[in-house]
């Protein structure tokens, strides 16, 4: 089993900033990719960022230039630093990782944490 605690959410004026973390437990070999993921009320899960395990990264068009994703492969760790927030950027966001559980095992594994909540008032 294997299990993503996220933490870092909160409530937060428009212009501020919040530091999200993901921590990855359990049966896990190497993690390949980490991300975050959001959903606003009313509308579908939607990616705001992907780190892979040699550090490559990609941002949705929205959130570049104000948000930076970065790990700690040692901790098996993923944090998402947002600045200058939105109201457009309330939502729920949701860690997620694909891993491996065994070494040189072609199956790659997937998990999502339980989300966090992100408000930014305007």
């Known amino acids: 089993q294997v299990q993503l605690v996220e933490s870092g959410g909160g409530l937060v004026q428009a212009g501020g900033s919040l530091r999200l973390s993901c921590a990855a437990s359990g049966s896990i070999f190497s993690i390949n990719a980490m991300g975050w993921y959001r959903q606003a009320p009313g509308k579908q899960r939607e990616l705001v960022a992907v780190i892979t395990s040699v550090g490559s990264t990609n941002y949705a068009d929205s959130v570049k230039g104000r948000v930076t994703i970065s790990r700690d492969n040692a901790k098996n760790t993923v944090y998402l630093q947002m600045n200058s927030l939105k109201p457009d950027d309330t939502a729920v966001y949701y860690c997620?990782?694909?891993?491996?559980?065994?070494?040189?095992?072609?199956?790659?594994?997937?998990?999502w944490g339980q989300g966090t909540q992100v408000t930014v008032s305007s």
């Open positions: 997620y990782a694909q891993y491996k559980k065994v070494a040189g095992s072609l199956l790659d594994f997937g998990s």
